[in-house]
C-alpha cells in the first residue's frame, strides 16, 4: 500500500513535468487534462506524446510491387531476331520503377531487379510479404501466329477467355520447369481452384487495373483486339492484392520485337502502365492509406 502511494506520488510529479514540457512544446490542453487521471492499468505510460506524434504522420504511400516476367535459366520467348523476353521484361519494369518514384507518389519493390530465376510461387509470396497494394507482372511472350502484335493485359480466371491465352497461361505456368525438381507447375486441378482463392474485392480492383492499362494503352501504344483478357496465371493469384499480367508486346512479331529493344519504346509503355497505376489509385482512395 505503502509502496503503491509512493508510486502514484512519483507518478504525479513526473506527469506534471512532462506537462509544464508539453505546454511550452505542441500537445493541446485536452491532453495535458487527461494525464491528471492516468489510467491504473499503466502507471508508468506517457500517454502525453504519443497522441500528438501519430496525428501528424503521414499515411504510407501505396506499394507498387513489378514482377519483370522470367529470369536467370528461364529466358522466357526469344524474339525472331534472338531478343531474350527476360531482359526486355527487366528493362521495362526498371524504367517503370524510375518513374514511378520520381513522382513521389509511389514506393515500388520489385520481385527481381537482377537476371535471376524466382519460381512463379516466390513471386506471389514477395508481393504478399511486402503487404503491395498492386501487383503488376511484365512480359513479352510469343505466340503461335507470327502476325499478331500490340500489348494486352490478363487478369486471373478459372477458364481462359480464348484459345490464345489459354496457350499463353499454359506457357507462362510452365516456367517453373526451370527450377529443377524442387519446383513444379500447377496441375490443372489447382489451377482451376485458383480463382476461388481471390477475394471479390480482389478480383474488382484487378479488372479495374486491366481496364486502366487499356485504356491508358489506347491511345500511345498498339493494343490487341479484345485487349483485356483472361486465364489461370499461377503469377496472379495473390488472394487480396488484385494483379494484372501486361504482355507489353509480343517477341514473336518481328515489328514488336523491334520496338521492344528500343529504349525509348520502353519509356513509352512504361509511362503508359504509370498513367495507368494513376487512374487505379486515383478511383480507389480506400487503398491509399494502406
Ligand atoms: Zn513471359
Redesign the pocket.
Known sequence: MIEKTQGKRMLTRRMVMEGLACLSTVAPLSVIARTRHPSSHSPSAKPLQAPAVHRNAPPPKPLVMLDP??GGKDP??IGISGTY?KHIAEAAATELRRQLLASGQYRVAMTRSEDRFIPLEGRVEMAQQHQAHLFISM?A?ALHDRDVRGASVYTLASGASDAQTAALAQR?NSADRFGGPAFHGMSPDVQQILSSLVSEETRRGSAHMASSVVGAFRSRIGLLTHPSRHAAFVVLKSAEIPSVLVEMGFMSNRLDEAALRQAVHRTQVASAMKTAVDRYFSTRPGVMTG
Open positions: 516476367g522470367h522466357g520467348a523476353e512480359h511472350d507462362e
